[in-house]
């Protein structure tokens, strides 16, 4: 059982270029997020999907593009690099329907622009 | 304005001893609590969570207490070991309507259990 596997895990970009960061489930969850988490920040949401199709902004989407055109993947595009997007990124799954609600992360990605 | 606040930032206890960590949260609409525990270079996990209608959850070592009316949460782990060492998230959500379920965390606690 994978649950959510993420790839790249480092990644090493210069200011102006583009990537697209891979997230892919296997849990058959309708929910999937995307965060990012800063040193002593905490994990900040920068979009998120209820299901295939459908895609909302988080709190802090400005710099990304996101995609859910199935269940098990929602890979996040990020346009222009820039340095302020030097993080780490984690996807997240969930089913909704389940009284725990319990979100499933990846391993993260490593990403420095500079 | 962030809706979670955590503290402390960071905490030391030796073996044995019972850190505490606590959160506290603005939004009254939340009614999902749960906290999550994350090892360097690996992805939150769910360690505990807890809903409104119960002041206390027990998992093994590991306690949430929960004050409503001060809104208020907070994790207690019991005779903590050095495999405890790690950086913790509070986080809360709302459980309907638009924005469901997403988590909203705190800054995270760093937790060092020394022997």
């Known amino acids: 059982n994978a649950g959510v596997t993420q790839t790249p895990k480092f990644r090493i970009l210069k200011i102006g270029q583009s990537m697209t960061l891979q997230c892919t489930q296997d849990m058959n969850h309708n929910y999937m997020y995307w965060y990012r988490q800063d040193p002593g920040m905490g994990l900040k949401l920068i979009y998120y999907?209820?299901?295939?199709?459908?895609?909302d902004k988080g709190e802090v989407p400005n710099g990304y593009n996101v995609s859910r055109s199935t269940t098990e993947d929602f890979p996040l595009r990020l346009e222009l690099a820039a340095p302020s997007q030097t993080s780490v990124y984690f996807c997240?799954?969930?089913?909704?329907?389940?009284?725990?609600?319990?979100?499933?992360f990846g391993q993260g990605t490593r990403l420095t622009v500079v | 304005q962030q809706q979670v606040k955590q503290s402390p930032q960071s905490l030391i206890v030796q073996k044995g001893g019972i850190p505490i960590i606590n959160c506290a949260y603005e939004n009254t609409a939340f009614d999902y609590f749960p906290w999550y525990q994350q090892f360097p270079g690996k992805g939150p996990a769910l360690l505990i969570a807890i809903r409104p209608d119960v002041s206390e959850k027990k998992e093994g070592r590991f306690t949430i207490s929960f004050n409503k009316s001060a809104k208020q949460f907070s994790l207690h782990i019991m005779d903590s070991q050095p495999g405890d060492s790690a950086t913790y998230f509070c986080a809360a959500s709302i459980g309907e309507g638009a924005g469901s379920y997403q988590l909203t965390f705190g800054k995270g606690t760093k937790l060092s259990v020394i022997p």
């Open positions: 999907s209820v299901g295939a199709g459908i895609t």
């Open positions: 997240a799954s969930s089913y909704v329907g389940d009284p725990n609600t319990e979100a499933f």
